[in-house]
């Protein structure tokens, strides 16, 4: 039991972690809360499907192009409907709210609402102390560290990663430093969406496309990256494991409460922040401090 | 006494081009079912002015002390199962559940409000769009009583006819935006509610350092913007005889949000411009359903780009224009001001 | 400058706003047809696999029966004229009972057929209700629909239901599926002792008091034992953790009751995870043709309970029926081309009934005997608890299960069942991961 437990919110936590990382470091930076960032999840996922069935490109290439497609989209979206109103914290999340409608809408239009599915990149299983997991869903979960390595490396290693992180703490000062704020914001966001539509590669051949795909793992998503501190990489990090052991261990110790595995992790996430305002690992800016 | 009302009248209304149409507005609005008596148009009218309610009330909330609220069909939905199973289950008649079903959306309220007092921004936002998904996880735990997925079905109407609906639809309507409208004026000599609600929103700690007691306003705010949500709800649940888990719906909190800043946001007036608008043009969409849900979509988007402040206070601002010594508004083509006659160019 | 490029984009989008729908009504009126026609509204979300079947059901319909005369009332032929209405009922009910409103008042449709999603229905079922128009169900299974029947006899005798049957009778077909599977399991496998059944059952409220009966039943009726029941929400996107610990209670098989997309992940990690488990009972997703790429060809040995399977003729109509959709849409009908069965039933009632009155009509479908797709059409009586319904037994609408086998959708029940068997149906097979896993 609790292996199972153990291993299965792993993997939970692990799909869960690889969109909110993106997520998270969109709003650490930038400020903003980007409500189409699961949809370019949705339109990679639906590039895969696209190039694979109806090109007949086998699954890592088109993974790889679908990738490009998306990262570009997420940054022709940024430059056409986010920049100009970047400043009004409101206006951003509608935006980008409606984008994701369009997109939404566009997909329910080209593919109706069928259910579909994309070709795993390894089929197969792996035996853990007993319990069964997908070769996909042990990608998955190696791309997360990695993913996770590689955003580290690069915020704390390289020239660019220092002026993201300088944009994050005072975009006023760093661009008194010198820094070129805008370009750093359209670095951000075309990391932010290319970290979205690699999720979007390697959890779409274990998930059912359909239009509405987008809404589920935002609204989880958000609330991981509330519990673990906005902003804070590694709280999102840590947040996406707890809300994975959370719905996980729901569903092995109240089976028929198996359905509410979502609105527990909820649950979890407001008393948490009852008692922690600011999240498990949030800064409180001093201007959003009360 | 009336000769002085009737000056009022034509100083405060008829000279104000923006108030001056509203006043049409809303007169031929009342004249509609002397026109058509088609049921349809009168549905759409219906539900035009219950969700104008429902924008209006997110507007309070949100637009003015800025808690920026993602799950405002939290209370929407609390009073419509509330009203909902009161109907059914104690057989109480529609005007004794609407009032307690809002009463009810008023105690979800205060329930939200308990972490939104220590929460800010973003945060506070994103924990308001965890609740009804929570409500939602209670509703098909106690399906027995809550009817699951299936709602609660069979309520009694409000009246028996179209028209009637209308009539109490709009006079609610009138009333409750009325209400609101004078609890945010921020110019009002009877309450201090609108001024502090703005004080609020520009920054609570300069209001809380003038003696100001921000949580017991916040907790109003959110209980005033819960009563009339869940009048919205109570109301949209006897119409359609049915209250259902698509009342807590994230879609319908974003619909609020989406119609409020649409018309105008922090100007009560813009939510009801843009349900008016927005709704009834979402009928006439019906007839290309395709790409219904696109146009809408695209709309929202082009709105936020070029007109942030809303369409409502847009073509206010062109309409009108406030005279730099003593802010009364003023038709466009005036040169002096009406009142004092400073040039207003 | 950037001014008036804002105002002639507005400009723009409302001329088009209000210009394309323009244009799509006048591209979508015939001609004025010399004949008059019989107005009939079809219902349902049209974005989505029910809606659309919806309107390819009737469409086959309206085709044949124009082409073979129309229908005659009183001497005088009547055309069958569709309306094709998107209730947009899986995102907002309201929407759903704006659109049947405007399908009776506006459209002005005499009769109206469809529906799926039942918070939908419930308010689409009032308002045709309303405007005394007969509203033939084609897609929800709640048995509370036909209930009201009961309850208010004079305001929702305008109700009917076409297909499917209620969801009393799921249980009884589930049951009995079960009870063949496990037979041959257990032979198949050499299974000493017991059967254990795991319920994995989307949380939903049709499904609530199916598992309640199936917890009484399994062990009664069947002598099996129920090892624990699973409740995912019916969007789930992954059920490893509950597969993982149903295999761990020491299952043999799964018993599903699934209508939401919930199927697909749970069929597909089945396959892919290679769980020993065969899994019986109701999956909805499973009825569909994409149901085997949507699972990565992991969905094979599922089985469903089922209304169509190719070359399976329930009675002399299907084959027809099956045949015809297949050629025109490539796909295989769902239950909700039911719409078919129901223009034919209503072509009859009226026909019988000389007149296009709703209560006339309601007289005469009450009398309704008659050979459809799916079955023996009757509707239940006044004197059940369910009016209107679809009689459910051997010699009327039974259903059947469906496995899929090497790809391919075939009939596994009724197998024998009361001297019922209809052909093309072959045996149950279990599954390979199961045999593989026994024979180690």
């Known amino acids: 039991m609790l292996e199972r437990i153990l291993i299965n919110g792993l993997v939970q936590g692990g799909i869960y972690a690889l969109l909110a990382i993106g997520f998270s470091l969109i709003f650490g930076v930038a400020r903003m809360i980007n409500l189409a960032h699961t949809s370019f999840y949705m339109l990679a996922s639906y590039g895969i499907y696209t190039l694979t069935r109806y090109l007949g490109i086998p699954a890592i290439p088109a993974a790889a192009i679908s990738l490009v497609l998306t990262t570009f989209i997420g940054l022709a979206t940024y430059k056409l409907f986010i920049d100009r109103v970047r400043e009004h914290h409101v206006t951003v999340m509608l935006i980008t709210m409606a984008v994701a409608f369009v997109y939404q809408e566009v997909i329910l239009m080209i593919f109706q609402g069928h259910y579909l599915a994309a070709p795993p990149f390894v089929s197969g299983f792996a035996q853990i102390l007993g319990v069964r997991v997908s070769f996909q869903h042990l990608l998955t979960f190696g791309v997360v560290i990695l993913v996770l390595v590689g955003v580290w490396a690069l915020l704390s290693k390289t020239r660019l990663g220092i002026a993201i992180r300088a944009v994050a703490q005072d975009s006023e000062v760093a661009n008194l430093m010198g820094i070129n704020v805008s370009r750093i914001l359209l670095i951000t966001m075309s990391i932010a969406a290319g970290l979205s539509a690699v999720a979007g590669a390697v959890i779409a051949p274990t998930l059912v496309l359909e239009p509405y795909m987008w809404t589920h793992p935002l609204v989880m998503i958000m609330a991981i990256v509330v519990l673990g501190g906005l902003g804070s990489v590694k709280g999102s990090f840590i947040g996406a494991f707890v809300f994975g052991f959370v719905e996980v261990s729901v569903v092995f110790l109240a089976p028929e409460l198996a359905f509410l595995k979502g609105a527990f992790a909820l649950v979890v996430m407001v008393v948490i922040l009852l008692f922690r305002p600011e999240g498990l690992f949030g800064i409180a800016f001093e201007e959003e401090r009360l | ?345 | 400058m950037r001014k008036r490029l804002v105002f002639s984009l507005i400009a723009c989008l409302l001329a088009l706003t209000i210009l394309v729908p323009g244009c799509a009504k006048e591209a979508a009126q015939p001609k004025e047809p010399a004949t008059p026609t019989i107005k009939i509204g079809i219902i349902g979300p049209m974005k989505f696999v029910q809606g659309q079947h919806h309107w390819f059901g009737a469409e086959l319909a309206r085709d044949e029966i124009n082409a073979a005369g129309g229908i005659i009332v009183k001497g005088t032929k009547y055309l069958v004229e569709l309306i094709k209405t998107d209730s947009n009922e899986m995102l907002s009910p309201t929407d759903a009972a704006a659109a049947m409103e405007r399908l009776i008042t506006v459209d002005k449709a005499d009769f109206v057929i469809g529906g799926f999603r039942t918070e939908g229905v419930f308010p689409m079922q009032d308002v045709a209700m309303d405007y005394k128009k007969i509203f033939l169900g084609a897609g929800s299974a709640t048995k509370e629909l036909c209930m009201k029947v009961k309850e208010n006899y004079n305001r929702y005798k305008y109700w009917f239901r076409v297909t499917p049957f209620s969801n009393v009778n799921l249980v009884n077909n589930s049951l009995l599926t079960l009870g063949t599977a496990g037979a041959i399991m257990k032979q198949g496998l050499g299974i000493q002792g017991k059967i254990k059944v795991a319920i994995l059952a989307e949380q939903a409220t049709w499904a609530d008091a199916m598992v309640a009966a199936y917890q009484a039943y399994v062990p009664q009726k069947l002598g099996m034992d129920v090892v624990g029941a699973w409740r995912p929400s019916a969007t789930a996107t992954d059920v490893t953790a509950e597969l993982s610990a149903i295999q761990a209670s020491g299952a043999h098989i799964i018993l599903t009751i699934i209508s939401g997309p919930v199927g697909i992940p749970f069929a597909r990690q089945l396959g892919e995870l290679q769980i020993p488990l065969a899994s019986v009972g109701i999956n909805v997703e499973s009825q569909k043709d994409g149901f085997m790429s949507a699972t990565n060809n992991y969905g094979n040995f599922e089985t469903t309970l089922n209304t169509y399977a190719k070359g399976v003729a329930i009675t002399s109509k299907t084959n027809a029926f099956f045949e015809a959709f297949v050629k025109k849409h490539g796909q295989t009908p769902t239950y909700n081309a039911g719409t078919y069965d129901a223009i034919y039933v209503l072509k009859a009632a009226i026909e019988r009934a000389g007149s296009l009155d709703s209560d006339a009509v309601v007289v005469e479908l009450e009398k309704t005997d008659m050979e459809t797709t799916a079955g023996r059409l009757v509707f239940m009586g006044k004197d059940t608890d369910t009016p209107h319904d679809v009689t459910y037994g051997p010699g009327y609408v039974t259903g059947i299960a469906t496995q899929w086998q090497n790809g391919e959708m075939k009939a596994v029940w009724p197998l024998n069942w009361n001297n019922v068997t209809y052909p093309g149906t072959v045996q149950w097979q279990i599954p390979d991961r199961v045999i593989k896993a026994y024979k180690k």
Request: charge should be positive.
């Open chain 2, 1 to 345: 006494m009336l000769r002085r009302l009737l000056k009022d009248f034509q100083g405060d209304i008829i000279a104000v081009p923006g108030r001056l149409l509203a006043l049409i507005f809303f007169i031929m609005l009342l004249l509609v079912p002397l026109v058509t008596n088609e049921p349809y148009i009168l549905r759409t009218l219906i539900f035009a002015n219950i969700f104008a309610i429902f924008a209006v009330s997110w507007d309070l909330l949100s637009g003015y002390t800025g808690q920026v609220n993602f799950g405002h069909a939290l209370f929407f939905g609390v009073a419509a199962y509330t009203s909902a199973l009161l109907n059914l289950k104690m057989g109480m008649p529609p005007w004794a559940t609407i009032p307690i079903g809002a009463l009810a959306a008023v105690v979800a309220g205060v329930v939200v409000c308990l972490p939104a007092l220590r929460l800010r921004g973003p945060y506070l936002s994103l924990v308001t769009l965890a609740f009804p998904l929570i409500l939602l996880g209670i509703i098909f735990t106690f399906t027995g009583f809550t009817g699951g997925e299936f709602g609660v079905s069979g309520l009694s109407r409000v009246s028996n006819s179209r028209v009637t609906d209308f009539y109490i639809s709009f006079g609610v309507m009138l009333v409750s935006v009325m209400i609101m409208w004078k609890l945010t004026d921020a110019k009002s000599a009877l309450v201090r509610t609108g001024i502090i609600f703005h004080a609020i929103r520009e920054d609570e700690i300069t209001a809380r350092a003038s003696g100001i007691n921000t949580i017991r306003y916040k907790l109003l705010a959110f209980a005033v913007g819960g009563f009339f949500a869940g009048i919205a709800g109570a109301f949209h649940a006897h119409f359609m005889r049915i209250a259902g888990p698509s009342n807590l719906d994230l879609f319908l909190s974003f619909q609020a949000i989406i119609w409020t800043v649409f018309g105008g946001i922090t100007s009560i007036y813009g939510p009801v411009v843009g349900v008016y608008i927005m709704y009834p043009l979402m009928e006439f969409l019906r007839v290309v359903p395709e790409i219904r849900m696109l146009i809408f979509a695209g709309i929202v988007v082009i709105i936020l780009l070029f007109m942030p402040e809303g369409i409502a206070v847009f073509i206010r601002d062109k309409m009108e224009q406030t005279c730099p010594r003593c802010k009364l508004s003023n038709v466009w083509w005036r040169k002096t001001c009406r009142a004092c006659g400073a040039n207003l160019r």
